[in-house]
Nanobody, 115 residues
Framework: QVQVVESGGGLVQAGGSLRLSCAAS????????MGWYRQAPGKQRKLVAT???????NYADDVKGRFTISRDNARSTVYLQMNSLKPEDTAVYYC?????????WGQGTQVTVSS
């Protein structure tokens, strides 16, 4: 069974940094895009950043210049480096992996930014 596991969340003060990791395993298809969404309390899940197999990236406007997405294809792992964090970045961050025409999701990791 496919596994997508996030790590690296936690509590940080405003202006601080965190690095999220997400490892996909037991995927028999070629992995296409990978990325991150986030969901704040009482709000819809929203795109944060994506990266294609060719390393083409896409970011939400409110994280551009602060967050950087990258991937290690050999490890089927995607990373999200988050700098200059703001309280409004507080959310559960979900990783997804697109492979074989399917999206596989992780369970989420909590990021809390205190003011």
């Amino acid at each position: 069974q496919v596994q997508v596991v996030e790590s690296g969340g936690g509590l940080v003060q405003a202006g601080g940094s965190l690095r999220l990791s997400c490892a996909a395993s037991r995927i028999i298809f070629k992995i296409n895009s990978m990325g991150w969404y986030r969901q704040a309390p009482g709000k819809q899940r929203k795109l944060v950043a994506t990266i294609t197999s060719g390393d083409r990236t896409n970011y939400a406007d409110d994280v551009k210049g602060r967050f950087t997405i990258s991937r290690d294809n050999a490890r089927s792992t995607v990373y999200l480096q988050m700098n200059s964090l703001k309280p409004e970045d507080t959310a559960v961050y979900y990783c997804f992996t697109n492979a074989g025409g399917y999206d596989f999701w992780g369970q989420g990791t909590q990021v809390t930014v205190s003011s």
